[in-house]
């Protein structure tokens, strides 16, 4: 049973709260009581990924026929590249769980492979018929990761919203170059900040869901609002504490440290419940970029928006209203929706909320900093010269934050960095930090592709191409440089045509959307 975080309705289940995304009087469903985890058979038993998403996601989906959950978990699995799903790679004084193994190669991938099967026994079991229209709002990974996870599902549309020029050129073309039928990409003239809350007041919109009820239409979210974003990321936290556990790391008391690169707040969320269902994680280190709105406030329990925002190298962070901070904000009011909501009006109302000294106590095993391009760039460099291997500059932004917490000491608990993308992914970044830059004439240039002969043909298309056909040849070089083969999911990306080439301003996103519903 799932309960809102804003007030003391009638707890909805599972498959209500998968539908609805987001609460009808605004606030985020949360499960209304923690499962526990039983760890010693965790430990016991040598569980495959998928084995063990079923033991802890199981008791969270209680509706869901078993068989089938094991079959979606099973085809969820089987997108990724390497049979543990979730790798621990040791490098350095750092564990990092790779969750960058999936179809967009970013760690979305690990809930949205599930989450488009989740939507679908929702709606069986709640017995809709309506068509669910996926609504989502990204900052650059979330958004290909959602439509290669509804891609072309029965019964299922999505539309997905992207700051035109806040996202990097593979992640772009990723997004504008999917092919489904049952999907729309839509670039908004602004930030991340502004397609989350264009998308939100498309949810708020009445009369948008009036209309879109006579056209057997309903919305839904693949934002890690929804709770089937959410759940599915607490498997990986047990995945790699069960491998520390298998080879002997885990420090005193059976603990480790947690570093989470962070924006909207849902993957450090996600290892929070795995330590409130009991798994020993002693600190969680909240790593920010230059858009430090979470680390200032774990530092002064004041959260301030009012802000300038900045692009950064590591742009799936860019973020100044972290969606999921109400569901820790709710933790920390004592489960007191009134208090969640008092908060959450002052931060719509007046940009800042301050919570109390007993509240901030709540989650005082969350440390937090953040680390600017420079101090990223040098952590991936760091890394790379002492141990060939390259992260990505989310990843950097984490490991550049939890050095200096805990003074680059390897200390008795262990640090699992969430590796949250591949390298491969921000070519341009990585290349640079290593110091590979793009004139050094290695390979021969490449020859036009046919993405130069079916791209669109308005100039300023072409010239972010050519920006982008420089940025993969940057990305082959690099993997070269570093031994690798390139991601398929990036090789490809060269010849695909682009599908998608609308760019809106943030007030036409209404509009766009109903214009989209109405083709077949
Ligand atoms: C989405 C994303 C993040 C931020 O995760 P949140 O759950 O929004 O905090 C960090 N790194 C990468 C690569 C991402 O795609």
């Known amino acids: ?7 003391e309705t009638a707890p909805v289940s599972a498959a209500q709260a998968i539908l609805a995304g987001l609460a009808p009087d605004g606030g985020l469903y949360v499960p ?3 499962p526990a985890l039983d760890l010693d058979a965790l430990r016991a038993t040598r569980l495959s990924y998928t084995d063990l998403a079923f033991r802890v996601l199981s008791p969270f989906f209680p509706e869901f026929d078993g068989r089938q959950l094991a079959a979606a978990l099973e085809t969820s699995s089987a997108r990724f590249d ?3 799903v979730a790798p621990l790679a ?8 790779e969750l960058f193994h999936g179809p967009t190669l970013a760690f979305k991938d690990l809930a949205l492979t599930l989450m488009g099967a989740l939507t679908g026994l929702a709606r069986d079991r709640l017995g809709v018929r309506d068509e669910i229209v996926i609504l989502v709002a990204t900052s650059g990974d979330t958004g290909k990761a959602a439509l290669a996870g509804f891609s072309d599902m029965p019964g299922i549309r999505i539309v997905v919203f992207y700051p035109a020029r806040g996202v990097s050129a593979v992640q772009r073309l990723q997004m504008v170059s999917h092919e489904a039928g049952n999907a729309a990409v839509v670039g908004i003239e602004g930030s991340f900040d502004d397609a989350q809350r264009g998308v939100k007041a498309l949810f708020a919109d009445a009369e948008l869901a009036g209309s879109l009820e006579r056209r057997a239409l309903r919305l839904s979210s693949a934002n890690s609002i929804n709770i089937a974003r959410l759940l599915p990321q607490i498997v990986y936290y047990v995945k790699a504490w069960r491998d520390l556990a298998d080879s002997g790391k885990l420090g005193p008391n059976g603990e480790m440290d947690v570093a989470v690169p962070t924006g909207n707040f849902g993957n450090i969320l996600a290892a929070s419940y795995a330590k409130a269902m009991g798994l020993p994680i002693r600190n969680l280190i909240c790593a920010s970029n230059r858009n430090h709105v979470l680390s200032d406030f774990f530092e002064t329990g004041r959260y301030d928006r009012r802000r300038e925002f900045y692009t950064t190298s590591s742009p799936s962070m860019d973020i100044l209203v972290s969606s999921n901070l109400e569901r820790l904000v709710f933790e920390a009011a004592g489960r007191d929706p009134a208090r969640t909501a008092q908060l959450m009006g002052r931060l719509a109302a007046e940009g800042s909320f301050s919570l109390s000294e007993a509240e901030r106590a709540v989650f005082a095993d969350f440390r937090s900093g ?5 101090a990223a760039a040098a952590a991936i460099r760091e890394l790379y010269d002492a141990s060939g291997y390259l992260i990505d500059p989310h990843t950097a932004v984490a490991v550049a934050v939890a050095d200096r917490l805990r003074g680059g000491s390897d ?36 020859a036009p592709t046919a993405a130069s002969t079916t791209r669109p043909a308005t100039p300023s298309v072409q010239d972010e191409d050519a920006a982008t056909l420089a940025e993969l040849d940057l990305a082959e070089r690099l993997a070269e440089r570093a031994g690798l083969e390139l ?3 990036v090789r490809e990306l060269r010849d695909r045509p682009r599908r998608h080439d609308r760019v809106v301003a943030p007030e036409d996103m209404k509009s ?5 519903l109405e083709r077949p």
């Open 1 to 7: 049973m799932y309960i809102s975080t804003r007030s």
């Open 90 to 97: 040791r490098h350095g004084s750092y564990h990092f769980l």
């Open 370 to 374: 953040w680390a600017d391009e420079t």
């Open 487 to 489: 991601p398929q999911a």
């Open 32 to 34: 209304r009581r923690m």
């Open 512 to 516: 766009t959307l109903l214009e989209l």
């Open 411 to 446: 200390g008795e608990v262990p640090l699992v960095v969430a590796a949250t993308a591949s390298p491969f992914k921000f070519p341009a970044t990585v290349a640079a930090a290593i110091g590979l830059t793009a004139a050094e004439p290695t390979a021969p240039a490449a």
């Open 82 to 84: 390497s049979p543990e």
